[in-house]
């Protein structure tokens, strides 16, 4: 089977290089990690025991902030290295643990590369962010006695049936799974219909509710306002957008501004992908709003002059802090089929939150926000300029969304503890 593997990938990678390529060549992707990737890594305390946490993005990196804290309370014996798979993944990470963990990029499946990369890693136990399970990593863990863990487990509507598909060739990965720590019990069925242990499958919640940090204001808040010039006029935040997202945003934006009951209206757009920013400001540019790029004013540390309609929060780590100002935030990448950005972190922080209907990648916080009034789900165009004009001339309206956002996210806190509970039993019962 691993020859078989082998053989795909080379296959894909053939078909994915001329993407690849314009991807490094373009947009500045890829370029770096290539040693790590190809399986050249090192720890910094190879004298002890380690846990390996692989999470592939900016939002799975997230996820593992309280995991990490509790298992180096739990077990202290054990140093935690963090894998990350995109650029984006990579420099969050950094930005949270570089001055404390060893951070690298996950090293690709090949059969021999793998081996190498665990080899040099020598994990006592591989905990995986979501679904992160890859075929001759599974293959190779069960041949050392390595257990590997999903953790804040989840299997999407789009990705079930595709498993299911080719169930015998995933069945054997799935099997070797110690534990599957699923978000919800439709995704813990999910685990054991393509081949878990039902003995080792668990629901915790998601991981996100915990990292979600329930506040009413942000550090560094005060700064960004006062680096916008942003006064008692209402800010809409449109975060984690995606291509296609924006051109609607400004139209919507620029059918608002026309009613005199929201002529102070300020949008701040938060394009996903960083490497979207440069198209995102000219798209801004051309719809004839005076506008602010946030790197500039955050690199030259200096106000905006007057107070420009829209900014284009163009750095990384700083959404959080605009949301904080918001009085209603969109949540990207949901018009469009993208499976959506995480709708958590406004809701943590009492604001007004709405998505529109392409949530796949976030279904349980959705149905738990919506069933409880906690959020707004807009089918179209015409249904979010329609929520927004209620939204801006109802704050009563909005507070009540708001509040009962919060609530939410308060109440399904707790997954955390369950699934480091489940890992340290895993760790004391001899299995590693």
Not at 43 to 50: F, G, V, Y
Not at 198 to 205: D, K, Y
Not at 356 to 363: D, R, S
Not at 375 to 380: L, T
């Amino acid at each position: 089977m691993r020859i078989a593997f082998d053989l795909l990938y080379l296959l894909g990678i053939v078909v994915y290089s001329p993407k690849m390529i314009y991807r490094i060549l373009r947009q500045n992707r890829y370029r770096s990690g290539w040693k790590e990737r190809l399986g050249n890594i090192s720890r910094r305390r190879p004298d002890k025991s380690c846990i390996w946490i692989h999470a592939v993005s900016v939002g799975e990196v997230n996820a593992t902030k309280t995991l990490i804290e509790q298992l180096h309370e739990q077990l202290p014996d054990y140093e935690i290295v963090l894998s990350a798979t995109t650029d984006t993944g990579m420099a969050r990470a950094k930005a949270l643990y570089g001055e404390n963990l060893s951070v690298f990029y996950f090293p690709f499946d090949f059969s021999p590369v793998m081996t190498k990369a665990i080899r040099n890693i020598n994990p006592a136990a591989c905990l995986l962010m979501e679904l992160e399970i890859w075929p001759n990593l599974a293959a190779i863990a069960s041949e050392k006695n390595i257990p590997l863990v999903v953790v804040n487990g989840r299997i999407s509507d789009r990705s079930f049936p595709r498993y299911l598909k080719i169930r015998p060739l995933v069945k054997p990965m799935f099997s070797r799974l110690a534990l599957a720590l699923a978000q919800t019990a439709e995704y813990a069925e999910r685990f054991k219909a393509l081949g878990c242990d039902p003995a080792g499958v668990i629901v915790t919640s998601s991981l996100k509710y915990d990292t979600a940090q329930v506040a009413d204001t942000v550090e560094g808040g005060d700064v960004l306002a006062a680096q916008l010039n942003l006064g008692d006029e209402p800010l809409w935040v449109a975060g984690g957008t995606g291509p296609d997202e924006e051109r609607i945003i400004l139209d919507i934006f620029s059918r608002l501004k026309k009613d005199t009951r929201f002529a102070s209206l300020r949008l701040a757009i938060v394009p996903r992908k960083p490497e979207r920013f440069d198209e995102v400001a000219a798209l801004i540019e051309a719809s004839g709003f005076d506008f602010v790029r946030y790197s500039t004013l955050k690199n030259e540390n200096k106000a905006a002059e007057g107070k420009p309609a829209v900014i284009l929060g163009d750095t990384m780590g700083d959404l959080r802090k605009f949301y904080s100002l918001a009085v209603v935030v969109f949540v990207g990448r949901t018009l469009t089929p993208m499976g959506g950005s995480d709708m958590m972190e406004p809701a943590a922080l009492g604001k007004c939150t709405i998505f529109g209907p392409h949530t796949f990648n976030f279904k349980q916080t959705v149905d738990a926000l919506l069933s409880a009034g906690g959020a707004v789900e807009v089918k179209d165009v015409n249904e979010l300029l329609a929520t927004m004009q209620k939204c801006l001339a109802d704050p009563h309206y909005a507070r009540q969304i708001a509040a009962a956002g919060q609530n939410v996210i308060k109440q399904n806190q707790g997954a955390t503890k369950k699934s480091v509970d489940a890992i340290v039993r895993l760790m004391q019962a001899g299995r590693v």
